[in-house]
């Protein structure tokens, strides 16, 4: 079975401050892609970031990038220059190429990120 | 549409009662997934089609749930007989197709109260 363990429930950080996310996950498999979606109150989940595992270099997006460890499985998100618009929940997902047929993403229970101003 | 669109938006029923939940996707896009996000926790995969083939549904939670797509678009999740615990966010999404590195759209979800 897959998991994505989200460990920070809630982080508060002041405007402009980076800050981390963090993302662990538990797979067999070897061929996989990882992502982080930031869902607003208004609950549409947007992509914001992707990595596909058999890349090295770490995926990056404007002020977001990503610390990928595949030995560690681990997958954090890094928001430089943090806004006031990037609050909101962000989830760590996982999907991989099972034998047994299509799956939908694999997702961690979030980590609530509010930027203070 | 520009986006992925679902509804109603909000739906409060009573224990027991049928209800039916509606995606729209993307105009061409072939994958449609449906997803259920209890309060506080992240969303949980319950079915997938690849046009009108309904190819994965083992995050069905109980034979009470039945999803369709019968012309390889708009797609509808209906939960018979429904219990509290039911209660939660739908959300839907689409891709263009399948394949690992295909970002999903999603739509805004669906609330279902059960009462």
């Known amino acids: 079975a897959q998991t994505v363990t989200q460990s920070q429930p809630e982080m508060s950080v002041q405007e402009a401050e980076t800050v981390t996310l963090s993302c662990t996950y538990d797979t067999s498999e070897s061929n996989y892609y990882l992502f982080w979606y930031k869902q607003p109150p208004s609950r549409q989940m947007i992509l914001v970031i992707r990595q596909e595992a058999y890349k090295q270099q770490n995926a990056t997006e404007n002020r977001f990038s990503v610390n990928f460890q595949k030995a560690a499985k681990s997958f954090s998100l890094k928001i430089s220059d943090s806004q006031l618009g990037d609050t909101a929940m962000y989830f760590c997902a996982f999907i991989a190429q099972s034998g047994g047929g299509a799956d939908g993403l694999t997702f961690g229970k979030g980590t609530h990120l509010i930027i203070q101003p | 549409g520009a986006g992925v669109s679902q509804s109603p938006r909000y739906k409060v029923a009573k224990r027991g009662q049928d209800v039916a939940l509606r995606c729209d996707p993307i105009?061409?896009?072939?994958?449609l997934f449906w997803y259920q996000q209890a309060l506080g926790q992240g969303p949980e995969f319950l079915t997938y089609f690849q046009n009108e083939a309904q190819l994965d549904k083992s995050g069905l939670p109980s034979d009470r749930f039945f999803a369709e797509r019968p012309e390889g678009s708009v797609s509808t999740l209906k939960i018979q007989r429904t219990q509290q615990e039911d209660s939660a966010v739908y959300l839907c999404?689409?891709?263009?197709?399948?394949?690992?590195?295909?970002?999903?759209?999603f739509g805004d979800g669906t609330r279902l109260s059960i009462l």
């Open positions: 105009s061409g896009h072939v994958s």
């Open positions: 999404a689409s891709s263009l197709f399948y394949s690992l590195n295909q970002p999903q759209h």
